[in-house]
């Protein structure tokens, strides 16, 4: 069945770094665009980032844009969100999941993680 583990999450301050990590398994990751999602309490879930299923082409929510980056290892069924000048207003459940044919922003619901937390605080 299609499974994923999120990790990397934490308490950092602001303008710090973040690396998350996905591990996909029970399909054919290579075949599939993907996407980071967070979700802020109280809030409904937000679209951060795709992927294309090579890697070599992305997009980003404009809160996001240029200060994360995503990429992918597809030998290793592994999706990234690298996370920079982290802010209070990222603070969010953050977690990965496989898009809805060629789209970079629409993703199924059906499956996903657990997610991992990232809290940005002083």
């Known amino acids: 069945q299609v499974q994923f583990v999120e990790s990397g999450g934490g308490l950092v301050q602001p303008g710090g770094s973040l690396r998350l990590s996905c591990e996909a398994s029970?399909?054919?990751?290579?075949?599939?665009?993907m996407s980071w999602v967070r979700q802020a309490p109280g809030k409904g879930p937000e679209w951060v980032s795709g992927?294309?299923?090579?890697?070599?082409?992305?997009r980003y929510a404009d809160s996001v844009k240029g200060r994360f980056t995503i990429s992918r290892d597809n030998a290793k069924n592994t999706l990234y969100l690298e996370m920079n000048s982290l802010k209070p207003e990222d603070t969010a459940l953050y977690y990965c999941?496989?898009?809805?044919?060629?789209?970079?922003?629409?993703?199924?619901?059906?499956?996903r993680g657990q997610g991992t937390q990232v809290t940005v605080s002083s």
């Open positions: 999941a496989r898009n809805l044919g060629s789209s970079y922003s629409r993703y199924e619901v059906v499956f």
């Open positions: 029970g399909f054919t990751f290579n075949n599939y665009y």
């Open positions: 992927i294309n299923s090579a890697g070599g082409n992305t």
